[in-house]
């Protein structure tokens, strides 16, 4: 009885501890993270730290530099958010507390990054200078300098395209050199072993690894296709799948490329944007051909699974922007169309599908909606948002 009560003692001392600790940030008492998002702010430099479960904004994080092409993963506390910058920054956001733990400008220009399997190591795609640098999660110190191919005149190629994979690996496309590279860090964190696959197709420009962690998939720009590496058989190499992918038969004017990691996977089957087209694609994961293609109201960005795979949801580029379309997976046909507002640039899933979180950059406003039934449900109040993150991110590979 004595040792039970000494514990019960110690317990309850660290609560009221961390109950006060966690009173100095936003909130009162002890709060757990899995409720926990952040919302881009990009006109600001900033981002908002949010609960889904209230649809509440939580507190504002500032000066976190340029982030108009920004995005966030997770560590595996969900209590840590790494923020990419496009101006080389890479910031490390404390959730629970609202504020900055740590900071670092890595480079002059950047475009996304990825965290490793065991939540060691932060990675950052850089087009200036070209390549990928590694830190330690916990203290953002460089540990890895990979550097890109040459290109000449002192340039190195672009990196795009940044993926975790199963294994502590991160995979990449290096956009001027049609290349794709495997950096493992499983036996050495400091001195990756780098496999590289050239002629992988032109110019690629972003990328995916599906939710098993096997395929890494390239968009290319440069022509029709999709670069496809196995990783689960690394060694037969890439291959290009879906060669009518691309801007479609008719010429038509592209007025945002759309991201590859939008594309969604349910009932066996990949979702993914036409380019230049006013459809979305439906694609036979055991053979990658496209069996079906679902008219939209407008050229295809973001095309998302609800969790479990039921419904399938589209925003658009200009000029059709303020549309959301709800489609149906089984039937293969828009059963819904919705009309937040201007600016819809990013939707975000709770982790068990029942509502989603829109960005409405041009209302100035995040809005959520019942998944099921449509309705809207709350409106918050942020300065021009685009990317929205929850800390469920911290558990799936390639996000």
Request: hydrophobic share 40%; proline share 5%.
């Amino acid at each position: 009885m004595r040792i039970r009560s000494f514990v019960l003692g110690t317990v309850a001392a660290v609560a009221l501890a961390t109950g006060a600790a966690a009173a100095d940030g936003f909130g009162e008492g002890l709060r757990g993270t899995g409720d926990l998002g952040v919302v881009i702010e990009r006109a600001t430099g900033q981002v908002a730290v949010v609960d889904r479960l209230e649809s509440a904004r939580l507190a504002t994080v500032e000066g976190l530099g340029d982030l108009s092409h920004a995005s966030v993963v997770f560590g595996p506390s969900e209590r840590y958010a790494y923020v990419f910058g496009r101006d080389g920054g890479l910031t490390k956001v404390d959730v629970l507390t609202g504020t900055i733990d740590a900071r670092v400008v890595q480079s002059g220009n950047s475009i996304g990054g990825a965290i490793s399997e065991d939540g060691s190591l932060v990675a950052v795609a850089n087009y200036e200078p070209g390549g990928v640098k590694v830190f330690d999660a916990e203290t953002l110190d460089l540990v890895a300098d990979i550097p890109a191919t040459d290109i000449g005149e002192g340039k190195r190629s672009k990196v795009v395209g940044l993926e975790d994979a199963p294994g502590n690996r991160f995979v990449f496309s290096l956009y001027d050199t049609d290349e794709i590279w495997i950096a493992d860090f499983s036996k050495d964190r400091t001195a990756p072993e780098i496999t590289k696959y050239p002629a992988i197709g032109r110019q690629p420009y972003d990328a995916l690894v599906s939710e098993d962690g096997r395929w890494y998939l390239a968009g290319l720009f440069g022509e029709d296709g999709i670069a496809m590496l196995d990783l689960w058989n690394p060694d037969k190499g890439v291959r290009q799948v879906l060669e009518g992918y691309g801007r479609g038969e008719e010429a038509l004017p592209v007025y945002k490329m759309p991201h590859l990691e939008g594309w969604a996977v349910a009932g066996g089957y990949a979702w993914l944007p036409a380019i230049g087209r006013h459809s979305v694609l439906v694609v036979d994961m055991d053979t990658w051909e496209q069996v079906a293609e679902i008219p939209v109201h407008g050229q295809p960005v973001f095309v998302m699974a609800r969790p479990g795979g039921r419904h399938v949801w589209v925003n658009f580029a200009l000029p059709d922007n303020e549309f959301v379309q709800v489609i149906d997976t089984q039937a293969l046909e828009v059963v819904d169309t919705l009309e937040p507002g201007p600016g819809v640039l990013h939707m975000e899933f709770t982790p068990r599908g029942d509502r989603v979180w829109l960005s409405v950059r041009d209302k100035d406003e995040v809005h959520v909606y019942d998944t099921a039934t449509r309705e809207r449900l709350a409106v918050l109040p942020a300065e021009k948002p685009s990317g929205i993150f929850f800390t469920s991110r911290a558990h799936r590979i390639g996000l």
